[in-house]
């Protein structure tokens, strides 16, 4: 069971926009602004595209936004593109003996 | 351009050691944080630990303290990922990774990835 609950899988068509949550709790997600999101393609390495809860590495698009409320962020793609199918993995900051945690990610279908 | 390479695929037996390994280059090696990700077949990411390259400090998730070892050679700008006895549970592909400067989570710049199998 992974520290972080994200849910399975979400789909949506070109154009549209989705959002994948990610649930913590005050010793991880909720205590501290160190939220980032990462894209994976099947058989690829993670990429970064979302990190510090907001912002965006140089590079990636802006259809990209982090956000958060609570013990949950959120990572939210809009105008859905074919290449956004991917796993999305959100992982955050938890305290200094745990570090670092991942969700358990989620599978994004462009229908 | 930065980037990490990690060492090729290994097929092992249980009870076998085996070190991996993650060479950088395009930057100032000792002063970034390397950490190791665990991917499963068909699973989620799992944060292993991390090595800061300048001294060698480590950290070590709590799920994989004792079971793995981080070192690493500044001379050559490469981390290691050590086992001292394999399971078949090792098996999975492994990450190093980048942690972003002054960050404690972000890591910025991924390997390719290592393909650990282990089988009797």
């Known amino acids: 069971q992974s520290a972080l609950t994200q849910p399975a899988s979400v789909s949506g068509s070109p154009g549209q926009s989705i959002t994948i949550s990610c649930t913590g709790t005050?010793?991880?997600?909720?205590?501290?602004?160190?939220v980032s999101w990462y894209q994976q393609h099947p058989g690829k390495a993670p990429k970064l595209i979302v990190y510090?809860?907001?912002s965006r590495p140089s590079g990636v698009s802006d259809r990209f936004f982090g956000s958060k409320s609570g013990t949950t962020a959120s990572l939210t793609i809009s105008r859905l593109q074919a290449e956004d199918e991917a796993y999305y993995y959100c992982?955050?900051?938890?305290?200094?003996?745990?570090?670092?945690?991942f969700g358990g990610g989620t599978r994004l279908t462009v229908l | 351009e930065v980037q990490l390479v990690q060492s090729g695929a290994e097929v092992k037996k249980p009870g076998e050691s085996l070190r991996i390994s993650c060479q950088g280059s395009?930057?100032?090696?000792?002063?970034?944080?390397i950490g190791w990700v665990r991917q499963m077949p068909g699973k989620g990411l799992e944060w292993m630990g991390s090595?800061?390259?300048?001294?060698?400090?480590?950290r070590y998730s709590p799920s994989f303290q004792g079971r793995v070892t981080f070192s690493v050679d500044k001379s050559i700008s490469t981390a290691y990922l050590q086992w001292s006895r394999l399971k078949t549970s090792d098996t999975a592909t492994y990450y190093c990774?980048?942690?972003?400067?002054?960050?404690?989570?972000?890591?910025?710049?991924w390997g390719q990835g290592t393909m650990v199998t282990v089988s009797s």
């Open positions: 990774a980048r942690r972003k400067y002054e960050s404690l989570n972000v890591f910025d710049i």
């Open positions: 395009g930057y100032v090696f000792p002063r970034y944080w």
């Open positions: 090595v800061y390259p300048g001294d060698s400090d480590t």
């Open positions: 005050d010793s991880d997600v909720g205590g501290y602004n160190y």
């Open positions: 510090d809860v907001t």
């Open positions: 992982s955050s900051y938890a305290g200094s003996i745990a570090l670092v945690v």
